[in-house]
T-cell receptor, first 115, second 114 residues
């Protein structure tokens, strides 16, 4: 069974440019998460989807970040415009809501460098 | 707001040693607790997940314990090997209205030298 797929794996852009990350969750998983991991820190939740609905986006900087999950499967996270402080690893995870422990499975991440 | 702290921040040991990584959390009303491993430039690999009704889980040389009343979890690694070198993260799963929300510690960087 394929795991969580993310692309691209690496992205280098100049500040003020837009950037987008894509995530394909594990087949059948109805819950999808986007996390940001700064260097030397643990991941922090940006947004959580249950099917197509964003049920927790309280940590998403809405002035420049946006996300969508069309048809409740793939998801895209966008930053526009990017700032130097956005350099981080962006991780996507998925889980099957309703299981006994709701375990999250993580993708390899996208490492973003903003110059 | 849940806060998760890991001690030590970094650990360097010779091969063969048994070691303990510590994780503490401020809100004991967690649902589950999970330990992850992260290699440089990679994503997170799940090691052990302890459900709220359990006190420990074991996998090979790894044993994780959970004491919700004291807000602590430990990851025990027996007979450490150079291949165990990585960053180890613990994360608590929230219950209630924030069901499923993961809060991570900052990680322990482990180096096992031959």
């Amino acid at each position: 069974e394929a795991g969580v797929v993310q692309s691209p794996r690496y992205k280098i852009i100049e500040k003020k440019q837009p950037v987008a990350f894509w995530c394909n969750p594990i087949s059948g998983h109805n819950t999808l998460y986007w996390y940001r991991q700064n260097l030397g820190q643990g991941p922090e939740l940006l947004i959580r989807y249950e099917n197509e609905e964003a049920v927790d986006d309280s940590q998403l900087p809405k002035d420049r970040f946006s996300a969508e999950r069309l048809k409740g499967v793939d998801s895209t996270l966008k930053i526009q415009p990017a700032e130097l402080g956005d350099s981080a690893v962006y991780l996507c995870a998925s889980s099957l809501q309703g299981t006994s422990y709701n375990e999250q499975f993580f993708g390899p991440g996208t490492r973003l460098t903003v110059l | 707001k849940q806060e998760v702290t890991q001690i030590p921040a970094a650990l360097s040991v010779p091969e063969g040693e048994n070691l303990v990584l510590n994780c503490s959390f401020t809100d004991s009303a967690i649902y589950n607790l999970q330990w992850f491993r992260q290699d440089p430039g990679k994503g997170l690999t799940s090691l052990l997940l302890i459900q709220s009704s359990q006190r420990e889980q074991t996998s090979g040389r790894l044993n994780a314990s959970l004491d919700k009343s004291s807000g602590r979890s430990t990851l025990y690694i027996a007979a450490s090997q150079p291949g165990d070198s990585a960053t180890y993260l613990c994360a608590s799963y929230a219950g209630g209205t924030s069901y499923g929300k993961l809060t991570f510690g900052q990680g322990t960087i482990l180096t096992v030298h031959p």
